[in-house]
Structure formats: structure tokens, C-alpha cells
């Protein structure tokens, strides 16, 4: 019976692993950093809305799933007609939160601390990571943003698809969500990618991210 029992959970969580990797977002084209766009005298300015503007994150291991958020502390934008031209924002690492877990619990700030850690993002180190648009195009009738991430000590760059509304003066981009390989900017706590050693006690290196970027257009 012990064996049977062992089986069937070595099955199930096989299962769940593949299930967990089958419902990831596809991953952003991840290449190296590239120059970064500028801007000219015919673009209209918009700078971000902090409080409304944030960053929602996914992560992923064998036995489950977290979730939470990341504030965007900046940002400035310029739009060339419909096209994004320029722009640059910034990512307030010490706001990250977890929002499947109750803040009443103590395995919240348990993860929240651990996240804020050398571990993974090593907030007191880099306490603000970033995004420096390098190019826009339309490509099968859908906006892709190209942009170099800088996080921790690593500068990537990455092509997301993105919608892009105007309400009067307010511009709101929306990414589809995606996902990044974080060994890519060296977050290596739990991944293969570092360590050999792991069995089933390893963190998948793609997180999925998805934007939302309010901003105004500067008067």
C-alpha cells in the first residue's frame, strides 16, 4: 500500500508540474540589451500615474502557484501618433507584495521578506529595477513593445504584445501577459538553472508578469 501511495502522489504531482507549465503565458522574446529609443520634437509626452499603474506577477513550482504585485514608482512615455516612440519607467522592487496569501498570515511576510532577499531580488542592494524602450512595431495587427529590463545586476531586452487606449489626455498600455526567465538577471534561489541538486524542491525559473501603465499627457 505504501508503494501504491507513493506512486500515485509521484504521478500526481508529475501532473500538477505539467499542468502548472501548460498554463504559463508564452515567454518574451528575451535578447541582449539594445540601444534605446529617442525621442522627437513631433511626439506627445505622457508621464504615469503611479498609484494607478502596477505590475502583477505569477510564479510557479511543482507543488502550486503565488501571486502579487509590484508597484511602478515612474514613469514618461512618448506616443508618435499611434506608435510608441520613447520612454523609460521605473519599478519600486521594495513594494513587491503577495496577494494569494492573507497579510494576516504569517507565511505572508515570511514569502514577502524572503522575496526582498539576496535570495531573489535583493531589494536593499537594487532597490529599483527598470524599463527603457528600444522600439515599436505592429506586427499581425498587434502593438510589440521592445524594451531593455534592467533587474538586479543583469540588462536584458524583451518584446512584449501591448494594447494601447486614449481617453482624452490619459493613455492607458496594457501588456498581455507573459513570462521571463529569471536566471536571465541572475535570480537564482531553487532554480536549475544554477543548482543541480534540487529534486521536486525547485522554483520554475518563468514568472509571468502583466503591465498596466496609466499616464497623462503632459500640458
Known amino acids: 500500500m505504501t508503494k501504491s501511495f507513493l506512486k500515485f502522489a509521484g504521478i500526481a504531482l508529475f501532473a500538477l508540474a505539467l499542468t502548472n507549465c501548460k498554463d504559463k503565458a508564452k515567454e518574451a522574446e528575451t535578447t541582449a540589451a539594445e540601444e534605446t529609443a529617442e525621442t522627437t520634437a513631433v511626439s506627445t509626452k505622457y508621464i504615469a500615474e503611479a498609484d494607478n499603474s502596477t505590475i502583477m506577477w505569477k510564479g510557479f513550482k511543482p507543488t502550486g502557484t503565488h501571486t502579487g504585485t509590484i508597484a511602478i514608482e515612474s514613469g514618461v512615455l512618448t506616443m508618435n501618433g499611434d506608435a510608441v516612440e520613447s520612454g523609460t ?11 494569494d496569501i492573507p497579510v494576516e498570515e504569517e507565511s505572508h511576510a515570511k514569502l514577502t521578506g524572503h522575496l526582498k532577499s539576496d535570495d531573489f531580488f535583493d531589494v536593499e542592494k537594487y532597490p529599483t529595477s527598470a524599463f527603457n524602450v528600444t522600439a515599436f512595431e505592429m506586427k499581425d495587427g498587434k502593438g510589440m513593445l521592445s524594451g531593455n529590463l534592467k533587474m538586479k545586476d543583469a540588462e536584458n531586452n524583451i518584446t512584449i504584445p501591448v494594447n494601447i487606449t486614449e481617453n482624452g ?5 496594457t501588456s498581455e501577459t507573459f513570462t521571463i526567465d ?29 503591465i498596466t501603465l496609466v499616464a497623462n499627457e503632459q500640458s
Request: net charge negative; proline share 0%; hydrophobic share 40%.
Open 182 to 210: 529569471r536566471s536571465k538577471w541572475n535570480v537564482k534561489y531553487g532554480s536549475k538553472s544554477f543548482f543541480d541538486d534540487l529534486g521536486d524542491k525547485f522554483i520554475n525559473d518563468e514568472f509571468e508578469l502583466q
Open 169 to 173: 489626455d490619459t493613455l492607458t498600455l
Open 89 to 99: 519607467f521605473l519599478i519600486d522592487m521594495s513594494s513587491i507584495t503577495v496577494t
